[in-house]
């Protein structure tokens, strides 16, 4: 206001300064204020009559005032101003948003109907590919599969084997192919190249037991695709049986309260790609990512329990059943990262392992050697080490081992027991949770690494150990 009035004053003095065509006048506005107006003809405008009298011009300008305010209303887009009241503009924002949503859902929808037809046409490929294989006559009866074989054994190849790649047909034929006389586990052919594919690798103490040395830098195979896979666990087993593969890889997401959904992989090759041949729904939903797979077995906490599970792949159906005497579960004694991860199964050179903690041991790490077949526990020993202080745990060769921190860049494994000996020790080697989040930490006996489930991320790590300490 008082701005207003010094602009009109120096707009005055202006006036008066004279020239020509310059009009002064002064007049009451709607509301009673005082107005001055100032107005300078333009050169070409200096021939125009003047706007006659005041009262006029007043009506005018009170006239185009409630239009300016019309057009505003009506350009800031309230279109409502017809049919009413306009509705809050938080309404407006979450409409604007909701469509945004809506056409971006469309894209996406779009999206996954071209990925559909992309697969069915590979799909279709492949079950051509197949065909061709099958039908051609075999070159070297003895050992039909074995060059394929040799590469994907070997950890991490990421290469698939031609061959194996060609059978993720629908789930019905999947199984008649993978048990194929060829690639029958139990034959002769494949006994030899296993005994062969151990001893391949051995130029230091890699069969031998020993005490973990060196955690390699993590691998990734591949990103989850939405929030359900924040957290998970994967694996392979280490003694598969019929008809699944040395090579298949099994994954469960396990964010959310009824998880039994388990994804199995023809290889590290296929999950890196994101292609499942098998899709398996667990009859009780899994509790946390404490799950593994052991001869032919997925064995998993029951959500909510400390009853634990043994699900037969080849069946499909529940083989086992028994309560963890005493565990702690659903948050009793989780890991430090929390998430149920109360007990935590784990597989070594030696058999399986649970890893958790009872009241009686006042939340020290408690490890118990499994029956695979009863699930009973055959012994127990207990560590002085709080579960909840440690980021996870696993087994190597009868020994437990825990990690310092699952968000730190660079932590360390910092704890080992010996279940041989009774005893516990600290250590320090380094490792790295290059996501910053890592939720999952399990051991592969067969091709020597550890698993992890590091935010969305699945990684693996190369592990060295150290000289054998009992023979
Ligand atoms: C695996 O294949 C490579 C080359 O293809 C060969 O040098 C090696 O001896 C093979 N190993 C086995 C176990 O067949
Ligand atoms: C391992 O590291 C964690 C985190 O730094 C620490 O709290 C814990 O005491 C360490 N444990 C041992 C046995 O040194
Ligand atoms: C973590 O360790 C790696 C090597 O092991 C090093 O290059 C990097 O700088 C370290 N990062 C931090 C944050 O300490």
Redesign the pocket.
């Known amino acids: 206001m008082l701005l207003q009035a010094v602009v009109c004053v120096l707009c005055l003095f202006a006036g008066t300064q004279g020239q020509g065509g310059a009009t002064f006048w002064r007049g009451n506005d709607r509301s009673g204020r005082c107005q001055y107006s100032f107005t300078v003809d333009s050169p070409t405008e200096a021939s125009c009559a003047t706007v006659g009298g005041g009262p006029e011009v007043e009506t005018l300008r009170s006239r185009l005032t409630v239009l300016e305010a019309l057009v505003s209303r009506l350009v800031g887009g309230e279109t409502g101003s017809r049919s009413g009241p306009a509705p809050p503009p938080g309404l407006q924002n979450a409409y604007r948003e909701v469509m945004g949503e809506k056409a971006q859902l469309q894209r996406e929808k779009d999206r996954l109907e071209r990925q559909v037809q992309e697969l069915q046409q590979r799909m279709e490929d492949l079950r051509q590919e197949a065909e061709r294989l099958r039908s051609r006559p075999c070159a070297q009866p003895a050992r039909p599969g074995s060059p394929q074989q040799n590469s994907s054994l070997q950890p991490a190849s990421g290469e698939s084997a031609p061959i194996r790649s060609g059978s993720p047909d629908p789930p019905r034929e999947d199984r008649s192919s993978i048990s194929d006389p060829a690639w029958h586990y139990g034959s002769p052919g494949y006994q030899e190249l296993k005994a062969e594919v151990t001893e391949v690798p051995a130029p230091e103490e890699t069969t031998g037991c020993g005490e973990l040395v060196v955690v390699g830098d993590p691998v990734t195979h591949r990103k989850a695709d939405s929030i359900s896979g924040k957290y998970g666990v994967w694996m392979q087993d280490p003694e598969p049986m019929a008809p699944y593969a040395p090579d298949t890889v099994w994954r469960i997401d396990t964010v959310g309260a009824d998880i039994r959904q388990i994804f199995g992989y023809e290889d590290l090759d296929q999950l890196s790609r994101g292609f499942p041949t098998k899709v398996l729904l667990l009859p009780e939903a899994v509790e946390s990512t404490g799950a593994v797979l052991y001869r032919g077995s997925l064995y998993y906490q029951r959500r909510r329990s400390r009853t634990l599970l043994r699900y037969d792949l080849a069946s499909e159906s529940i083989a086992a059943r028994r309560d963890l005497p005493h565990a702690g579960f659903h948050g009793q004694f989780p890991y430090s990262w929390g998430g149920y991860t109360d007990i935590d199964l784990a597989v070594d050179e030696q058999g399986l392992w649970a890893i958790y903690s009872t009241n009686k041991a006042k939340g020290a790490i408690v490890v118990s050697q499994l029956n695979p077949h009863s699930l009973e526990v055959e012994r127990s020993w207990e560590t002085n ?1 709080r579960k909840t ?1 440690v980021a996870n745990a696993f087994m190597i060769c009868g020994q437990l081992y825990t990690v ?2 699952y968000t730190a860049l660079n932590t ?1 494994i ?2 080992t027991y010996d279940t041989a000996t009774g005893r516990g020790k ?1 250590i320090s080697v380094p490792f790295r949770n290059r996501y910053r989040y890592n939720s999952m930490i399990d051991y592969n006996p067969v091709n020597r690494q550890l698993f992890a489930w590091d935010n969305y991320h699945m990684v693996s790590y190369t592990v060295k150990l150290g000289r054998m300490q009992t023979p």
Do not use: G, R, V
């Open positions: 080490i202080s310092a921190s360390t910092n704890y600290e």
